[in-house]
């Protein structure tokens, strides 16, 4: 069997790198923060309020599906976290690749806004919100949780989901 590897989704503020980080922890799997995989010119134009385009996003897709591969062929359970907001986004990160559980994480906008405005030092900016809302394909089949949940209730049911493969 495949070492298991996570994908949690989402909007800007819907808690991605909070779950994440949690989740990874938890259970002694390695974690990828999508952040990390950006470009510098990617973080200097969201930073000035760009969404980004297709163009943009086609290395960062890539460099997170070549870490989701490496993490598979060395036989690493880990846990990445990657807006993936469209259908074709998550094909360039999923196909070929079985058993990856999808998590998306789901939340009104008063309190994406709410989170994304309490940020300091972010390159995502509050008026990015609404071009990820609209760009947002909800992934079927994914294990989709309400952020308005405490993290921890969050983490419990996404470990629920893996108690077969941990």
């Known amino acids: 069997m495949p ?12 808690g991605k790198s909070t779950i994440g980080r949690s989740l ?6 390695t974690y990828h923060e999508a952040d990390d995989f950006h470009s510098a010119a990617n973080k200097v134009k969201m930073g000035r309020g760009f969404p980004l385009d297709d163009t943009d996003r086609a290395p ?3 460099a997170i599906r070549a870490a989701m ?7 690493q359970p880990a846990v990445f976290t990657c807006s993936a907001l469209k259908a074709r986004y998550r094909e360039v990160l999923l196909a070929g690749l079985p058993g990856v ?8 906008r008063t309190l994406l806004l709410a989170r ?3 940020r300091q030092g972010h390159y995502m900016k509050p008026a990015m919100l609404d ?3 609209a760009a947002l394909e909800a992934p079927p089949g994914a294990l989709t949780l309400d952020i308005s949940q405490p993290p921890e209730t969050l983490v419990a049911a996404i470990k629920a989901r893996l108690k077969p493969e941990t």
């Open 24 to 29: 990874a922890a938890d259970l002694g799997w």
């Open 131 to 133: 071009s990820q809302l």
């Open 60 to 62: 960062w897709l890539a």
């Open 101 to 108: 559980t999808l998590v998306h994480l789901t939340g009104d």
């Open 3 to 14: 070492s298991p590897l996570v994908l949690i989704m989402g909007v800007a503020g819907s």
């Open 69 to 75: 591969d490496a993490s598979r062929a060395a036989g």
């Open 116 to 118: 994304l405005s309490g």
